[in-house]
Every structure is written in C-alpha cells, then in structure tokens.
C-alpha cells in the first residue's frame, strides 16, 4: 500500500497538528520507510513495532541538541512513522507491536497479510480519494508556486480548516 499511508499520514497531520511549516515531505518518507525497511530486512519484527518511532524519536533529539531548526525539521521523520504504525494497525498484533517486550513474535503476523486484497485495493482507492483532496485543499491543483513551495521546503498551505497559530508569550 502506497497512497493509503500518504493520504492518512498527511490528513492526520493537518488535523491534529494543524502545522503547514513542519516538512509534510519527511511525514510522507516516514508514513513509507516501515515498509521499505520490511522489504529490505525480511520481515524484521521491529519495523512494525513501537520501537521503531520511539527509536527514531530518541535518535533525531539526541542528534539534534542545540539545533533547534534541525530538529524541528527532522521530528517529521519519526511522526511519520508513528503515522504508519497507526493506519496499519500494527497495533493489532500486540506481541509484534510492544517487541522487544511484548513477548514471542514467532507467531505474529504483517498487519497487511491479515487483510484481503479487495480491502487493500479499497483502501488504497480511499488513499487516492484523499491525495487528491490535499492536493485540491491545499492549493496545488491551481497554483504552482503552491507546488513549488511543496516541493523545496514541504509546506502545504491549506485554505480552509484548522490553522497553524503561534501562541504569544
């Protein structure tokens, strides 16, 4: 599944953060490492475990102290991975989404597996239905300076909705 994990990853942010100046670029590659890195390590158990966001999370602070910016832009990358493990339903599997605590993996299975092809193929057609309404939302569909600024920095600038505020202070 591609466009599932897009479409959820980036509507998940926009309404739960509310953020346009977080890199929704790096929300995408994490929403999409986890299976990548299945493919890569055949199926190791940690990829759809917890402690692969968790891990991600300690790894961009710890490497990012004193640099704020950095860390702000990198935070997205294991955002996105908390993203994946949510709308793949890792959470399903308790042995495979608590590993290493959460006892033997032997027997768990890939979320994914779990799923017929009919609602694999619904799901990524919802995928589709939702990158096509960020790219509506959004303004990318009739600007190209929307487009542009996507694609340097990662912003998306929603025209309606829940928005980005500074607090003062």
Do not use: K, N
């Amino acid at each position: 599944m591609l466009l599932w994990f897009v479409a959820t990853s980036l509507t998940a942010m926009r309404w739960f953060f509310g953020d346009p100046a977080i890199d929704h670029r790096l929300i995408v590659a994490g929403a999409l490492l986890p299976d990548v890195m299945h493919a890569a390590t055949g199926g190791a158990p940690f990829v759809h475990s917890l402690a692969l966001p968790a891990g991600g999370l300690v790894a961009v602070m710890l490497a990012t102290v004193g640099r704020r910016r950095a860390r702000r832009r990198w935070l997205a990358l294991p955002i996105g991975f908390f993203w994946h493990q949510a709308f793949e339903g890792a959470w399903i599997q308790p042995a495979l989404f608590w590993w290493p605590v959460g006892g033997d993996t032997a027997g768990a299975t890939l979320p994914l597996a779990t799923r017929s092809v009919w609602l694999i193929g619904i799901m990524e057609l919802v995928g589709l239905a939702g990158c096509w309404w960020i790219w509506r939302a959004s303004g990318m569909a009739h600007s190209s300076a929307a487009r542009t600024d996507f694609w340097r920095s990662g912003r998306l600038a929603y025209r309606e909705g829940p928005q980005y505020r500074r607090r003062g202070g």
